[in-house]
């Protein structure tokens, strides 16, 4: 990683600048160390063998299951957090790196993207993409989303794609990226959801404990706008996902 990128993104987080600096480790920086204790599913991710699997499959996937082309998707993401040149933009749940690349060129030099993941094996495959493709706007974090290592109100927009699922406390992480957006900042999440009631019964016991979590889109804009933001939008694809768009309120 760059040291210069560092430079220009301390100011973002809730630490001095000295104390980033040694846990960069190969393209990443890593906050959490051998602290973390992830659930099952976010285990499950965090091997060589699952991030290769998803980084090759991922978005060869998707059209089969009735959702968009990555780029399509990824313009429709753009559009939904009303992008601009020199935005600085949080990428939660960033996995391998696609939006986090794709957001980096949309916002060009001048702005920059922080990619935020708990899974290693997913930054490690995230920052070869960013070396691959000459990418110097983006920072890739080893954090927690639902403990954001940020100042409050430091971020222009704020992404989740394909990550509301698999948050342990959906309710914690939208109140945490809630915080680290800028008034006005706009929001662009997306995840399994259903259109009807949560699952029950032994099918939706199995969900919890892995700490997937099929909302009701209902429930998700409730969540959404509990959380701090305002203009909530969803809607529903293939039956059982789900995008998302919010805005954080202006100052008063």
């Known amino acids: 990683m760059n040291l ?13 600048r000295a104390a980033l600096a040694p846990l960069v480790r190969d393209g990443v920086l890593d906050l959490l160390g051998d602290a973390f204790t992830p659930t099952f599913t976010q285990r499950t991710l965090d091997t060589a063998a699952s991030a ?12 089969r299951f009735g959702l968009p082309d990555f780029a399509s998707e ?37 702005g920059l993207v922080v990619g935020l993941d708990i899974a290693g094996s997913m930054l490690h495959r995230a920052a070869a993409r960013i070396r691959s493709q000459g990418l110097e706007n983006v920072l890739l ?80 804009e409730r969540a959404i706008e509990a959380a701090g933001f305002e203009d909530t939008r969803t809607q529903i694809e293939g039956s059982t996902f789900a995008y998302a768009s919010a805005r954080r309120p202006e100052a008063a």
């Open 141 to 220: 974090v080893r954090g927690d989303a639902l403990a954001l290592p940020f100042r409050p109100a430091v971020f222009d927009a704020v992404n989740c794609s394909g990550g509301l699922h698999q948050m342990p406390d959906l309710a914690r992480a939208l109140g945490e990226m809630a915080r680290v957006a800028k008034p006005g900042a706009h929001f662009a999440a997306s995840g399994f959801a259903r259109s009807g009631a949560e699952e029950s019964g032994l099918r939706g016991w199995l969900w919890r404990r892995f700490a997937l979590h099929f909302i009701p889109v209902a429930a998700l």
């Open 4 to 16: 210069a990128l560092l430079d220009r993104a301390a100011p973002l987080f809730d630490r001095d």
């Open 52 to 63: 290769w699997l998803y980084d090759r499959t991922r978005d060869a996937l998707m059209p």
């Open 74 to 110: 990824s313009q429709a993401v753009a559009e939904r957090l009303a992008l601009a040149p020199g935005a600085i933009v949080l990428d939660v749940a960033c996995g391998h790196g696609n939006f986090s690349a794709d957001l980096a060129k949309r916002v060009g030099p001048n």
